[in-house]
């Protein structure tokens, strides 16, 4: 069956540096998404993407966020300048419709 | 936007029990999903559910989307169920199906 893969699984970073988060979508999905769950805490929406741009966003998602579908395989969530409270499990879904599929999730720890 | 709610928010049961979690929901909307966090934080896809009942091994789900409500049975419970149990359903935006996640049920099933 196939899968949404993330890159890294984890990553360390320093307070203001900037990160990369990477999706692979499943290939025959439409709308690529991006959410954040921070320790404890429910999954949250951030973003939606869809025919080559963003289609939903939440008030979490602010310009210190943004996102990129550099080819025909990637999307990526860009986090500019982090502070500790980004520190989080971010899940890179893609569906055909309703239904998704979540990837295995990226921890980001900002130090 | 959708409301989602879960209960228990926490549940301990012995091995070899059994256990019902609910998910009520405030929209009469039909693409609900159960999700299971591992303890290593992977979302581990349950069922896609929007009406009716389906079962997978020792697990299984029904939906009545007509009374806004889901109920996910495990049976025989193993210390491997551990973990938090979600819902979450679908608002269809402008392009877009993002989900709406419940709080969670924390199960832990102790030998």
């Known amino acids: 069956e196939p899968e949404v893969t993330q890159t890294p699984s984890h990553q360390v970073t320093q307070m203001g540096q900037e990160v990369i988060l990477r999706c692979v979508p499943i290939?025959?999905?439409?709308?690529f998404y991006w959410y954040r769950q921070i320790l404890g805490q429910k999954v949250e929406f951030l973003v939606s993407f869809y025919n080559n741009e963003i289609s939903e966003k939440s008030e979490i998602f602010d310009d210190q966020f943004s996102v990129e579908r550099p080819d025909g395989s990637n999307f990526t969530l860009k986090i500019r300048s982090t502070k500790l409270e980004d520190s989080a499990m971010y899940f890179c879904?893609?569906?055909?419709?309703?239904?998704?599929?979540f990837g295995e999730g990226s921890r980001l720890t900002v130090l | 936007g959708i409301q989602v709610e879960q209960s228990p928010p926490d549940l301990i049961l012995q091995e070899g029990a059994n256990s019902t979690l609910r998910c009520n929901f405030s929209?009469?909307?039909?693409?609900l999903q159960w999700f299971h966090q591992n303890p290593w934080g992977q979302l581990i896809n349950l069922f896609y559910i929007p009406s009716g009942t389906k079962q997978n091994g020792r697990l299984s789900a029904t939906t009545v989307a007509t009374e806004r409500y889901s109920l996910l049975y495990i049976s025989s419970s193993q210390t491997t169920d551990s973990g938090v149990y979600f819902c979450?359903?679908?608002?269809?935006?402008?392009?877009?199906?993002?989900?709406?996640f419940g709080k969670g049920t924390k199960l832990s099933v102790i030998p």
């Open positions: 979450a359903l679908a608002y269809s935006g402008a392009g877009s199906y993002q989900l709406t």
């Open positions: 929209d009469s909307v039909n693409n």
């Open positions: 879904a893609s569906s055909e419709y309703e239904r998704h599929s």
């Open positions: 290939s025959n999905h439409l709308y």
